[in-house]
C-alpha cells in the first residue's frame, strides 16, 4: 500500500459525505499498447503519481477501452485503502432495453472493479428521451434502492445534449451531482454557462468533464498562445484552462481524461492549490473563447432535431468537424474523421437539397445551403 500525502485541494459540499480532490482522473484516454489495449506499466505510473499527490477521485465506464477500463481500475485500487479513493462509474443507458439489463449490468460493473459500492454512479450520457426511458423502465427507482441499500453513495448523471433537455433532467428530481462538458470554449454548447448557473441556483455540485476539450485547447493558434503567454510565460494554455473550471466554486471535481504522466504532473501542478484567475487573465481568456466562437461557420448546437435525413446525412456531424476546423484553423484536427471512407455515404455531396431539414431546425440554418459551404471549404483545406 502506497502513503497518500494530501496534498490536492479538495471542496466540500454538504450533499456529499466526502470531500473527493479536486482534480479527477479520467480512466478514459490511457496510453496504449501497439494491439490498442491499456498499457499498464505507463498507465500504473501514471495512476500511482496521482494517487500520491492526493488525488482521490477515478472515474471510469463500463465501455471505456472496449470494456477494458473498469477491470483495470479495479486492479490498480484492490491494494489500496478503500477509505482513500472515490470510485465513479456509469451506467452505459444505450444498452438498457430492460430493467434486467440495468440490474445485470451493475452487478457486472461491482465485480469488475471489485468494490462493494460506487461512490458516485451517473446514468451516462443521457439525454431526454433516453433519461424518459429509464424513467419508464424503472431504471431509475431501482438506482435510487440501491443508493438506499447503500451499493451507490452519490446518484447522478453525465449529459452532452442540449440545454433544454439538461433542464428538464436536472429538476426532474433533486439529483446528488450532475456532470458536464464545461471549458471557456464550450460556454454556450451543450449545458454551457446557463447549465452551471442552473445547477448552482440548485445546489446541485457540478463534476466537470473535458476542461481542455480533449487536449484541443493545447492547441490554440499562434497569435492566442502569444497572448496567453503574454499573462504569464511560465503558464501553459492547459493550465490556463484547468484554471478557468477552478474558478467556478461549484465545480468540486475536474475530471481529466490524461495520456501520459506529464499530463499528469502538470494537472497536479495547476490543481494541487489552483490560482485564482486575475481579471486580466479572466477577461483574456474569455476574449479568447469569443473569438474562437466567432468563427463558427454556422450555430448548429447538435440538437439532431434535423435527423434522421431521408438520404443519409449526417447533418450535425458535418457541420461539428467544419465548426472545429474553423474555430481552431485547422485541417488537421479533423482530417481523420473527415476522410474516413466508412462516413464517406454521409458527407455533404450526398445531400439532394430536399430541404426537409430546413423547418426542423431551431437555429433556423439553411442546412442544404451549408453543406455546399462544408464540402466546399474542407475541400480547399485538404489541399
Same mark, same amino acid.
Given at each position: 500500500?502506497?502513503?497518500?500525502?494530501?496534498?490536492?485541494?479538495?471542496?466540500?459540499?454538504?450533499?456529499?459525505?466526502?470531500?473527493?480532490?479536486?482534480?479527477?482522473?479520467?480512466?478514459?484516454?490511457?496510453?496504449?499498447?501497439?494491439?490498442?489495449?491499456?498499457?499498464?506499466?505507463?498507465?500504473?505510473?501514471?495512476?500511482?503519481?496521482?494517487?500520491?499527490?492526493?488525488?482521490?477521485?477515478?472515474?471510469?465506464?463500463?465501455?471505456?477501452?472496449?470494456?477494458?477500463?473498469?477491470?483495470?481500475?479495479?486492479?490498480?485500487?484492490?491494494?489500496?485503502?478503500?477509505?482513500?479513493?472515490?470510485?465513479?462509474?456509469?451506467?452505459?443507458?444505450?444498452?438498457?432495453?430492460?430493467?434486467?439489463?440495468?440490474?445485470?449490468?451493475?452487478?457486472?460493473?461491482?465485480?469488475?472493479?471489485?468494490?462493494?459500492?460506487?461512490?458516485?454512479?451517473?446514468?451516462?450520457?443521457?439525454?431526454?428521451?433516453?433519461?424518459?426511458?429509464?424513467?419508464?423502465?424503472?431504471?431509475?427507482?431501482?438506482?435510487?434502492?440501491?443508493?438506499?441499500?447503500?451499493?451507490?453513495?452519490?446518484?447522478?448523471?453525465?449529459?452532452?445534449?442540449?440545454?433544454?433537455?439538461?433542464?428538464?433532467?436536472?429538476?426532474?428530481?433533486?439529483?446528488?451531482?450532475?456532470?458536464?462538458?464545461?471549458?471557456?470554449?464550450?460556454?454556450?454548447?451543450?449545458?454551457?454557462?446557463?447549465?452551471?448557473?442552473?445547477?448552482?441556483?440548485?445546489?446541485?455540485?457540478?463534476?466537470?468533464?473535458?476542461?481542455?476539450?480533449?487536449?484541443?485547447?493545447?492547441?490554440?493558434?499562434?497569435?492566442?498562445?502569444?497572448?496567453?503567454?503574454?499573462?504569464?510565460?511560465?503558464?501553459?494554455?492547459?493550465?490556463?484552462?484547468?484554471?478557468?473550471?477552478?474558478?467556478?466554486?461549484?465545480?468540486?471535481?475536474?475530471?481529466?481524461?490524461?495520456?501520459?504522466?506529464?499530463?499528469?504532473?502538470?494537472?497536479?501542478?495547476?490543481?494541487?492549490?489552483?490560482?485564482?484567475?486575475?481579471?486580466?487573465?479572466?477577461?483574456?481568456?474569455?476574449?479568447?473563447?469569443?473569438?474562437?466562437?466567432?468563427?463558427?461557420?454556422?450555430?448548429?448546437?447538435?440538437?439532431?432535431?434535423?435527423?434522421?435525413?431521408?438520404?443519409?446525412?449526417?447533418?450535425?456531424?458535418?457541420?461539428?468537424?467544419?465548426?472545429?476546423?474553423?474555430?481552431?484553423?485547422?485541417?488537421?484536427?479533423?482530417?481523420?474523421?473527415?476522410?474516413?471512407?466508412?462516413?464517406?455515404?454521409?458527407?455533404?455531396?450526398?445531400?439532394? !437539397?430536399?430541404?426537409?431539414?430546413?423547418?426542423?431546425?431551431?437555429?433556423?440554418?439553411?442546412?442544404?445551403?451549408?453543406?455546399?459551404?462544408?464540402?466546399? !471549404?474542407?475541400?480547399?483545406?485538404?489541399?
Amino acid at each position: 500500500m502506497w502513503y497518500k500525502f494530501p496534498m490536492m485541494e479538495q471542496r466540500k459540499t454538504a450533499r456529499w459525505n466526502v470531500a473527493p480532490s479536486l482534480l479527477g482522473f479520467g480512466v478514459m484516454r490511457m496510453p496504449l499498447n501497439e494491439d490498442g489495449t491499456i498499457d499498464r506499466t505507463e498507465g500504473d505510473a501514471m495512476l500511482r503519481l496521482a494517487y500520491q499527490n492526493g488525488v482521490t477521485y477515478y472515474d471510469t465506464a463500463y465501455t471505456y477501452h472496449h470494456g477494458e477500463s473498469e477491470p483495470y481500475l479495479g486492479s490498480f485500487l484492490k491494494d489500496l485503502d478503500r477509505s482513500s479513493f472515490q470510485v465513479a462509474t456509469k451506467l452505459p443507458q444505450w444498452q438498457v432495453e430492460s430493467l434486467d439489463d440495468a440490474k445485470r449490468l451493475f452487478a457486472d460493473q461491482l465485480a469488475r472493479i471489485g468494490v462493494e459500492y460506487f461512490d458516485f454512479y451517473l446514468i451516462h450520457s443521457i439525454g431526454k428521451t433516453a433519461f424518459l426511458k429509464m424513467v419508464d423502465l424503472g431504471v431509475l427507482d431501482y438506482l435510487i434502492e440501491e443508493q438506499q441499500q447503500g451499493r451507490i453513495t452519490h446518484l447522478g448523471f453525465s449529459f452532452h445534449q442540449i440545454y433544454e433537455e439538461f433542464e428538464y433532467i436536472l429538476r426532474y428530481r433533486d439529483w446528488d451531482f450532475c456532470q458536464i462538458q464545461y471549458n471557456f470554449l464550450d460556454t454556450e454548447e451543450q449545458a454551457g454557462r446557463a447549465g452551471y448557473e442552473l445547477a448552482t441556483a440548485l445546489g446541485i455540485p457540478v463534476i466537470a468533464m473535458e476542461p481542455i476539450k480533449g487536449g484541443s485547447l493545447m492547441n490554440l493558434d499562434e497569435k492566442m498562445k502569444q497572448t496567453m503567454a503574454d499573462l504569464d510565460p511560465s503558464a501553459t494554455a492547459a493550465s490556463y484552462a484547468l484554471r478557468w473550471v477552478a474558478d467556478h466554486p461549484n465545480v468540486k471535481v475536474i475530471l481529466s481524461g490524461m495520456s501520459t504522466v506529464d499530463h499528469v504532473r502538470e494537472n497536479i501542478a495547476t490543481l494541487k492549490k489552483p490560482k485564482p484567475l486575475s481579471e486580466k487573465e479572466r477577461d483574456t481568456i474569455e476574449e479568447i473563447g469569443e473569438a474562437m466562437r466567432g468563427r463558427l461557420g454556422n450555430s448548429c448546437t447538435g440538437c439532431t432535431y434535423c435527423m434522421p435525413c431521408p438520404f443519409g446525412v449526417d447533418i450535425p456531424g458535418n457541420f461539428a468537424l467544419w465548426n472545429k476546423a474553423r474555430m481552431f484553423q485547422s485541417y488537421q484536427m479533423i482530417e481523420r474523421a473527415w476522410e474516413d471512407e466508412r462516413h464517406a455515404e454521409k458527407r455533404p455531396p450526398s445531400c439532394t !437539397e430536399c430541404g426537409v431539414c430546413i423547418p426542423l431546425c431551431p437555429q433556423m440554418i439553411d442546412i442544404p445551403a451549408d453543406l455546399k459551404i462544408v464540402q466546399q !471549404e474542407l475541400t480547399a483545406l485538404k489541399g
